[in-house]
């Protein structure tokens, strides 16, 4: 209990050794990823068109659970409307490049900086009052896009909805094909997945982490609550519009069902699923909640259940998800870690 | 998946009535308007009551419960079943529908869900519900059906002519039951022991447990009142709705919006949150447009969370970050 | 010598109870001030109303002169006027040296700049210099956590100087510190205060510790200054005796 006598030596160890940090785990996450994408990229060979598709969905919701990780996980927001937003950006996307024959990249591109406009007009009015009501308004919006999706045949198709949406070309190469346009997801999801690794590591990770802790102490510290919390909802329903953008490509149809507020629960489940908070948790949860039942044959009711009942599961045994179990079983292999964990 | 669907089927149910309620020539415009505001009344009773529930809920113990609609949507659905699967006579369906009902919903909710899961925080129990509402949803499109079931009325579907407006007896009756019901609750609260003691709890744990009252039987009286208040809203809203598994989304999102529009944590503010709802989304189908009535109560929470953000009867909060 | 804080007739009620009721000081440049007064004396209210935190029912509040009533917390505090609470209010998910990073980031650079700049903010070696100062230096890589209590509290007091603040308002920093970390601290403060010209408000139930930091000692009682002065005036004036120590 007695403060140290030395003052200097401690303190001199600056920068370079920084292993047991935050600072080393992000490293590890970067590392995962690179390989990650470099295992998808081969992934498919001898799957199928079946399969390769299935891989390319995984990725496609694994983006938009990212950015709910952000919104729930880092600054610890409620948003129930990532499958609205994602509906929104695979709308547009399909809307600009069947209608008006623009580029895939300047589609989804207005897709990103639409869903985070609306982010950011649907955030500022909630966010001014109480952090919950962010959960109210964005079950509100959802269910109104769902019906402009539904009831707007003119423009949307209602409830037939959009069909022949163009895959885009890279360099004059076409990705119309099943495992071209799989390395393009592979690469964007991988660019999107960086981004936000640099994002939690940089100064304004710390700050998302402060105020899901603590938003008071944060605030006295200077750091503006209000401006942070509706960044981070709008980056995360962002990513939700970037998801939308590769959605409605890689199914080349759309309807107003996958992005209903029921869609919506679902994603938040898969965050909590695969660990909220952790980079590399929306992959797992979006493994389990999109990849699992279609590989097994298993989609609908009954798998929505299952899995449904196995988040509360985790919930209460391990609220941090698959991440934080994985974390549990290494720390338990490696059979240190266990009284200082901190947690 | 069809949040749109319940209130579509809905209604169709509604416009049918509404079309041969209106078959006599001499109905004006404002005999029209009545039979609106008294549909309007009747719903918005329902979501009252499923929004006091959820207000109780959330003030006795930090639980969002986005379960609520789910709450509402289930007792019907259970008592289908139990004629179904026993092919009980209604009453005793309805006997065994409802006490399961709160026993699983209103206890087991309490002690399986948020006691192990509170621990952990507001944020968890809150997915936590959003998990059972999905387990909720899919159960009963699994295990029962798909489809939009018929519910037996309590009263005759026969209309009353008053002032020229033709009402529904149905109507009439959710009303009589409903306004019962909270009255009930109102005088349970506020009029007997017990209620002062839920009461204190809900307003102040700390201060409650201090008293001496005991506050973990009070916050599971709060659970099993909410699970009752979900029974009585299903079976009266069922006959008009149907029983349908999506039915709760809905009924859920107007709870929320009324609970908000009332001021969040009052049982007061619900009621009267409930009946606006009800009557906005009543009148907005009758003259708005019926694609998009369920639009006008959220477009009315994105005005109510602009302009007065703690509620029409809620007061403000202090502390700011 | 130049006033930092001024505050004028403050009142802050609660329904019907007024918890603070015309409190008016000032603190110079370079002071520790004390603030005592018995439990619910409306010393903490006082402290989130000059903060912030909470909206004063009436009176204004001056930094430097320039008008800051009701200004948002975080705001303030980019202006300098820092704080530590009466519970311990570190990170526990972050190290002890992210904790200090966190302290500083918003008082320089910019959004974008905090984005794409550096990790630490340029803050690295400061946050090391601090904690040093404080005598943590060997945890400085440990979740704030899991250190011990009084470690805790000594990090919460270093988080309030990493800015350079003007003005700190430290709430019961002595509370729960055992008797070799309170020495500690008050060596600690007293140098930052000599160092770095920092002002401070210090709000304290351990007597042993407010009168031989303080500089000048204010005294609350029922929401209104009750006596001003050095600690020895106050020690000896007969109205403060009569509210401690009771008839």
Redesign the interface.
């Known amino acids: 209990?007695?403060?140290?006598a030395?003052?200097?030596?401690?303190?001199?160890?600056?920068?370079p050794a920084?292993a047991?940090?935050?600072?080393g785990f992000a490293d590890g996450t970067l590392i995962t990823l690179a390989l990650g994408a470099v295992i998808l990229w081969f992934a498919p060979s001898g799957m199928g068109r079946y399969g390769t598709y299935v891989l390319s969905l995984w990725l496609v919701m694994a983006i938009a659970v990212m950015g709910l990780n952000l919104t729930?996980g880092y600054a610890?927001l409620?948003s129930l409307a990532q499958a609205a937003f994602m509906g929104i950006g695979a709308y547009i996307t399909a809307l600009l490049t069947t209608k008006t024959g623009i580029s895939w990249y300047a589609a989804f591109a207005i897709s990103g900086i639409a869903t985070f406009a609306v982010g950011l007009l649907l955030g500022f009015?909630?966010l001014?009052?109480?952090a919950?009501?962010l959960?109210?308004?964005t079950?509100?919006?959802s269910?109104?896009v769902?019906?402009v999706m539904?009831?707007e045949q003119w423009l949307t198709g209602g409830v037939f909805g959009l069909s022949n949406i163009p895959r885009p070309s890279l360099f004059g190469f076409k990705l119309d094909g099943a495992l071209a346009f799989h390395r393009f997801v592979v690469v964007v999801t991988f660019l999107l997945a960086v981004l936000l690794w640099w994002?939690i590591?940089?100064?304004?990770g710390?700050?998302f982490?402060?105020l899901r802790?603590?938003?008071?102490?944060?605030?006295?510290?200077?750091?503006?609550?209000?401006?942070y919390t509706l960044l981070a909802f709008a980056i995360g329903s962002a990513y939700a519009g970037f998801a939308g953008a590769l959605y409605a490509p890689l199914v080349e149809f759309i309807d107003p069902?996958p992005f209903?507020?029921?869609q919506s629960?679902?994603l938040?489940?898969m965050v909590?699923a695969g660990g909220a908070g952790y980079l590399l948790g929306p992959f797992i949860g979006a493994l389990l909640g999109v990849v699992l039942p279609e590989w097994l044959r298993f989609a609908g009711?009954?798998y929505?259940?299952i899995f449904?009942?196995i988040?509360?599961l985790l919930?209460?045994a391990c609220?941090q998800g698959m991440s934080g179990l994985i974390e549990r079983g290494w720390a338990w292999i490696t059979g240190k870690n266990k009284a200082?964990g901190?947690? | 998946m069809d949040p749109g669907a319940p209130l579509r089927c809905g209604r169709d149910d509604a416009s049918r009535s509404n079309a041969t309620l209106n078959e006599p020539s001499e109905n004006t415009a404002m005999a029209e308007f009545i039979a609106y505001l008294i549909a309007g009344v009747a719903t918005g009773a329902i979501y009252a009551l499923a929004a006091i529930g959820f207000t109780l809920v959330w003030q006795t113990s930090q639980t969002i419960n986005f379960a609520q609609g789910e709450f509402v949507m289930l007792p019907a659905v259970l008592v289908l079943l139990a004629i179904k699967l026993f092919g009980a006579p209604i009453w005793l369906a309805a006997i065994i529908g409802i006490a399961a009902f709160i026993l699983i919903f209103g206890v087991g909710f309490k002690i399986a869900v948020v006691d192990p899961m509170i621990r952990h925080g507001v944020l968890p129990l809150a997915i936590a519900t959003m998990a059972l509402s999905i387990i909720m949803k899919e159960g009963a499109k699994d295990g029962f059906s798909a489809e939009a079931q018929n519910f037996p009325s309590f009263v005759p579907t026969d209309t009353l002519s008053i002032f020229g407006a033709a009402i529904s007896l149905q109507h009439l009756a959710i009303i009589a039951v409903a306004f019962a019901v909270i009255g009930a609750l109102q005088w349970f609260v506020g009029g007997t022991r017990l209620g002062r003691q839920m009461q204190a709890t809900a307003q102040n744990p700390t201060v409650a447990r201090i008293l001496g009252i005991p506050v973990e039987r009070m916050v599971l009286l709060t659970f099993v009142i909410n699970a009752a208040l979900a029974v009585v809203a299903s079976v009266l809203i069922s006959p008009i709705y149907l029983a349908k598994f999506s039915n709760g989304e809905v009924i859920g999102l107007f709870a929320f919006i009324a609970a908000i529009v009332g001021g969040f944590n009052q049982v007061r503010g619900a009621l009267v949150g409930g009946l606006i709802v009800g009557i906005v989304d009543s009148l907005a189908a009758g003259y708005f447009s019926s694609q998009y009535k369920l639009a006008v109560p959220l477009v009315l929470l994105i005005i109510i969370i602009l302009l007065k953000p703690e509620g029409l009867m809620g007061r403000r909060e202090e502390r700011r970050v | 010598m130049s006033q930092v804080l001024e505050v004028t007739n403050l009142h802050k009620a609660f329904g019907g109870i007024k918890a603070v009721n015309g409190v008016s000081f000032s603190v110079n440049e370079g002071e520790i001030l004390g603030i005592i007064g018995p439990n619910g004396c409306g010393k903490s209210t006082l402290f989130n109303c000059i903060l912030g935190q909470l909206e004063p029912t009436e009176g204004s509040v001056k930094l430097d002169g320039r008008e800051v009533t009701n200004m948002r917390p975080s705001e303030l505090n980019r202006l300098g006027v820092s704080r530590t609470f009466q519970l311990l209010q570190v990170f526990p998910e972050l190290t002890v040296r992210e904790n200090l990073i966190l302290a500083g980031q918003e008082h320089q650079g910019s959004m974008l700049s905090r984005f794409f700049g550096a990790r630490d903010a340029g803050l690295g070696e400061a946050a090391d210099r601090m904690i040093s100062f404080f005598k943590l230096g060997h945890l400085i890589d440990a979740k704030a956590g899991g250190l011990s209590y009084g470690q805790q509290k000594l990090l919460d007091a270093a988080m309030a100087f990493m800015a350079g603040p003007r003005l700190v308002l430290l709430d019961e920093p002595a509370g729960g510190v055992n008797l070799t970390m309170l020495g500690d601290l008050k060596e600690r403060l007293r140098a930052i205060n000599a160092e770095q010209g920092s002002t401070f408000v210090v709000i304290e139930h351990n007597m042993d510790f407010v009168m031989s930091l303080c500089t000048r000692v204010l005294v609350l009682a029922e929401g209104k200054v009750l006596a001003e002065g050095t600690p020895a005036e106050v020690r000896a004036n007969p109205a403060v005796i009569e509210a401690y120590l009771g008839h």
């Not at chain 1, 209990?1 to 140290?4: G, I, K, Q, Y």
């Not at chain 1, 030395?6 to 920068?15: E, P, Y």
């Not at chain 1, 590591?201 to 304004?204: A, F, G, H, I, T």
């Open positions: 209990m007695t403060a140290p030395t003052k200097g030596s401690a303190g001199l160890r600056t920068t920084r047991p940090t935050l600072g729930l610890g409620k009015p909630a001014r009052v109480k919950h009501y959960a109210f308004v079950l509100a919006f269910t109104l769902w019906l539904r009831n994002m590591r940089s100064p304004w710390r700050a982490t402060a802790e603590n938003p008071i102490r944060a605030a006295s510290l200077g750091i503006d609550t209000r401006m069902s209903s507020l029921s629960f679902f938040l489940l909590v009711s009954l929505l259940i449904a009942a988040v509360m919930l209460i609220p200082g901190g947690r």
